[in-house]
């Protein structure tokens, strides 16, 4: 028996699951349009400003092609293609591993600081909706989110991020208690991390 679409609006009426994933479409349609209209007011591509808003914040080791295709979800034919337009506008630049010449960290050029800075505003207006959430219900809200992007990380449907979920120092106590070993101490729902710097992967124990 074929399921009702997630996207027939007599199906969503009585439904709460599919209306969820609904209103998450929309959020992602949200996010695209603010990410397509920044990028063209600099003549880049969507994913050359999430290049170079990552290049602006992440630690050296993880500025990679191989990193930055599995951050994005994307091919490392991809993003080269990328990194070889925004080396071309003088907004990036490469940097050869010592010990293997075939390795690259990327590094934003002086220009490319200035336009990173500029670009990665582009989510102020989605922040902006968020804030007018009391912070309690932002708190649950990050927990849930979380859940559903572990659970499409266990799907192989994006790659596993780097999150508290993933990570070999959490530790889920009971059915609502967060535990961090790292500093060993119990976690609040708004203390969760998405991508925190000091991730282990649990497949590294």
Known sequence: MTKESTFNPEHQADN??????????????????????????HGLSPIQVQILTFL?????KLKTVTHLASHFNMTKATISDAIKTLEAKDLLKRKADVYDNRSHTLLLTKAGKVI???????????QGSVNAIPPEKQAVLLEQLMDLIHDLNHQLIITPQRMCFNCQFYE?????????HLIRTPLRAGDLRLDCPEFESKEEE
């Not at 602006?56 to 050296?60: G, N, R, V």
């Not at 889920?172 to 961090?180: D, I, S």
């Open 56 to 60: 602006l914040h992440y630690p050296e």
């Open 116 to 126: 990173a800075k500029k670009v990665e505003k582009f989510a102020h207006p989605m």
């Open 172 to 180: 889920q106590k009971g059915k609502t208690q967060h535990y961090c």
């Open 16 to 41: 709460t699951a599919s209306k969820v994933v609904a209103a998450l479409e929309r959020l992602s349609e949200a996010f695209r349009v603010l990410l397509w209209h920044e990028a063209k007011q």
